[in-house]
């Protein structure tokens, strides 16, 4: 799959839009670094992060973003469980909210990666079950994460992903501003993008 990536570089490259993929993170994380954890702030991380599309409570989003700031950000899995006992909607139902417990630790420390579908995609990441309990969805994600930083770390160690990351430092601008787990998650995200809209059926991405 890396070296599918590698191979296809300059596409990714060329998918990406500054003005909606990377100048709001940038935002975000000055913002946070700042402490300007404004009416702003928030705006901008719920659209970037796509909290809005979730149709969240507004306690949940004062819960989410006080756990913000109380710097209280160390353990993922622990932010996780705290978020799954806000009601999260008008009928105040509890979910295990993973992918966003993962975006809030990452910008507290943009070295830990973040969860989404499209990660979950590209790995092939069991499904988590609605049926489940949330311990049982809590641990089936703890898996999956804690694979994702074993699997990162290897990543860069091995220089799996070289020719592409030299590609994103040399077009994206800002690019030293985000941390190498972050132009991963960036990278690994348009690849899944991409190959969803029909790169490879069109036989525009071909593996061998």
Not at 56 to 67: A, M
Not at 93 to 105: D, E, G, I, N, P
Not at 139 to 167: G, H, P, Q, T, W
């Amino acid at each position: 799959m890396y070296r599918v990536i590698n191979r296809y570089a300059d596409m990714i490259m060329e998918s990406f839009k500054y003005k909606d993929d990377i100048e709001p993170y940038i935002k975000i994380m000055k913002s946070y670094k700042e402490g300007k954890l404004d009416y702003q702030f928030s705006a901008i991380f719920k659209q970037y992060y796509r909290l809005n599309a979730a149709r969240l409570s507004d306690s949940f989003y004062n819960e989410y973003f006080e756990i913000l700031k109380s710097n209280n950000c160390d353990n993922v899995y622990e932010i996780t469980e705290k978020l799954e006992r806000i009601g999260c909607n008008s009928l105040n139902a509890r979910k295990v909210h993973f992918s966003f417990a993962t975006k809030l630790r990452h910008t507290v420390d943009d070295n830990s990666p973040i969860y989404d579908s499209m990660i979950a995609a590209f790995y092939f990441f069991p499904a988590i079950k609605i049926e489940w309990s949330k311990e049982q969805k809590i641990d089936a994600y703890k898996i999956s994460y804690e694979f994702l930083k074993y699997e990162y770390d290897r990543l860069i160690k091995k220089c799996l992903l070289n020719d592409v990351l030299e590609k994103f430092n040399n077009k994206i601008c800002n690019a030293d501003k985000i941390s190498t787990i972050k132009k991963i998650d960036f990278i690994i995200w348009k690849y899944v993008n991409l190959s969803k809209s029909g790169k490879i059926r069109n036989k525009e991405i071909e593996f061998g």
